[in-house]
């Protein structure tokens, strides 16, 4: 059995005060002797671009993975940003502005906090 909640729902059925129910979202049960449930957890990272005139700055938080899981790659204007790890998976495509080179990332990570600086 697995829980999850992302904030509540409020339900009101008519003006009497015990008709209005408030329940977490997501606090739906499931019994997995029941369904045959499989959870992959894939998180988008929060991402903030700061364009330059040198350069983009790319700044991603990504807690609780080392620097060595994590996997920058650069496709024409696609930059691709994923972690694969036994706690968390983190996965972003960002599309830039304008295409870049592969010798011109500079990336580092610390205290979950991955930085990418793409030189114009």
């Known amino acids: 059995m697995f829980f999850t909640n992302f904030g509540f729902s409020i339900k009101v059925g008519s003006l009497d005060a015990n008709s209005v129910k408030v329940k977490p979202l997501g606090s739906n049960t499931y019994n997995s002797k029941k369904y045959d449930v ?20 790319i700044i991603a938080d990504m807690p609780g993975v080392h620097e060595k899981d994590i996997h920058v790659d650069l496709k024409d204007d696609i930059l691709q940003i994923s972690t694969k790890t036994s706690d968390k998976n983190y996965q972003k495509e960002i599309l830039l502005k304008e295409s870049f080179t592969k010798d011109k990332i500079i990336h580092t990570y610390k205290n979950g906090i991955l930085k990418i600086r793409l030189t114009k």
């Open 38 to 57: 499989t959870v992959f957890e894939l998180l988008e990272p929060l991402v903030d671009i700061f364009e330059e005139m040198d350069h983009t700055l």
